[in-house]
C-alpha cells in the first residue's frame, strides 16, 4: 500500500510570492490535515480537510489556505510569502469515523523564503 | 483545552543505556494516546498507540503504557541503539465523535552515542 505522497520535496520562493503545497493520502482515507514544523519546534497544526470540506483550521492568518480535491488529495497555497514561513510542511491522512484512526504522514515539502 | 506535555530535550545516551521520555496529557474525555518518532529529513511514523486505559503499546523495543490516574504514556526502552536517535513526539486523538483531530507535544530530540 502506497504511503502518504507530497510535493516538491522543496521548494525555494521569494518574499512575497506564492507556495503551492500538494499531498496524495493513502488508499481510503478521506482526511487530509497539514502541519507546520518550523526549525527546532513541534507541530503547529494547520488545517484539516474531509470529504473536500475544511472541517477545523489552526491559529494560522488567512494567507494560508488550501482545498481537498474530490480524489482526496489536497493543495496548501501559502500567498504573500513571508521569512518565517520557512518551515517544512507535513500532510497527513486518516480515515474517519468513530473508530481510532491514526494519522499517517508524508514525507514533508521544506519551504524556503529567500 | 485538550495538551500534550513532554520533557524537553534534548536526551543524549549511550549506546544500550535505558530511556524514558516522559508524557502527560489534558483531555476532557477519554483520549486516545501515540507516540510518533521523526528520523532526520523524513516525516513522523507511528511508534505505537494505546486506546485505552491500562493498554501498553509496543514497537521496536519501545513501550508505553496508558496511565489514566497520572494522566501519563511514557515512552521506555530497555535499551537504546544508534539508530534510535531521532525526535519523539507524544500525540493524543481528541475524543468524542468522528474527529481526528490530534494534539502533539513539543517533541523530544533523542541523540544515542556509541
Known amino acids: 500500500e502506497a504511503g502518504v505522497t507530497q510535493s516538491p520535496t522543496h521548494l525555494i520562493k521569494t518574499r512575497g510570492q506564492q507556495a503551492t503545497l500538494r499531498c496524495s493520502p493513502i488508499s481510503g482515507h478521506t482526511s487530509v490535515y497539514w502541519y507546520q514544523q518550523a526549525l527546532g519546534l513541534g507541530l503547529q497544526f494547520l488545517l484539516w480537510?474531509?470529504?473536500?470540506?475544511?472541517?477545523n483550521r489552526g491559529n494560522f492568518p488567512p494567507r494560508f489556505s488550501g482545498r481537498q480535491f474530490p480524489n482526496y488529495s489536497s493543495e496548501l497555497n501559502v500567498n504573500a510569502l513571508e521569512l518565517e514561513d520557512s518551515a517544512l510542511y507535513l500532510c497527513a491522512s486518516s480515515r474517519t469515523g468513530t473508530g481510532t484512526y491514526e494519522q499517517y504522514f508524508g514525507p514533508g515539502t521544506r519551504l524556503t523564503v529567500t | 483545552g485538550d495538551s500534550v506535555t513532554q520533557m524537553e530535550g534534548p536526551v543524549t545516551l549511550s549506546e544500550e543505556a535505558f530511556l524514558t521520555i516522559n508524557c502527560t496529557y489534558t483531555?476532557?474525555?477519554?483520549?486516545?494516546l501515540f507516540w510518533y518518532v521523526q528520523y532526520p529529513g523524513e516525516g513522523l511514523q507511528l511508534l505505537l498507540k494505546?486506546?485505552?486505559?491500562?493498554d501498553k503499546g509496543s514497537n521496536k523495543g519501545f513501550e508505553a503504557t496508558y496511565r489514566k490516574e497520572t494522566t501519563s504514556f511514557h515512552l521506555e526502552k530497555g535499551s537504546v541503539q544508534v539508530s534510535d536517535s531521532a525526535v519523539y513526539f507524544c500525540a493524543l486523538k481528541v475524543p468524542g465523535g468522528d474527529n481526528n483531530d490530534m494534539r502533539f507535544g513539543a517533541g523530544t530530540r533523542l541523540t544515542v552515542k556509541p
Open positions: 494505546a486506546t485505552k486505559a491500562d
Open positions: 483531555a476532557t474525555g477519554y483520549p486516545s
Open positions: 480537510y474531509d470529504e473536500g470540506e475544511e472541517r
